[in-house]
């Protein structure tokens, strides 16, 4: 039996992305409708796992033709691989980042140090003060 297909106003819905958005990325070969019915785009409800991947992607900083690239991507493609790792590893020093700003804002919730900023520990969170400045473990 074949797959019931999703009505581009569904998928808009369900994905949490404006229709013309799902038109923009078909138009730029990230995803596929399956036909029309009518005039209104439909697709095959897979197209939901690709755009969760997409959105991801997006929210983590690639571009929409370096997704489109790891997504054609195949495994003897050195270069693209060689790019992902680097890509990685950006992404683990921007995680080192947001970790460190959020756990000095924790800190800083709870603080009555004034000004906040100049607190040694809130410092520390951020990643300003070593923790062996103040002789105390970090945050």
Sequence with gaps: MAEPLLDIA???HRSGLAPSALRFYEKKGLIASAGRNGLRRTYLPDVLDRLTLITCARGAGLSVAEIGRFL?????????RTRM???????DEQ?????????SLRHAAVCDHDPIVDC?????AIGNVPA?????PAL
Excluded at 85 to 91: D, G, V
Excluded at 95 to 103: H, K, P, Y
């Design 10 to 12: 569904e998928v808009a």
């Design 72 to 80: 054609a991507a195949q495994p003897s493609d050195a270069a693209l």
């Design 85 to 91: 790792a680097a890509k990685a590893s950006s992404l």
């Design 95 to 103: 995680l080192g980042r947001l970790t460190r700003l959020r756990d």
């Design 120 to 124: 040694p520990d809130f410092k520390r």
């Design 132 to 136: 062996s400045a103040s002789g105390e």
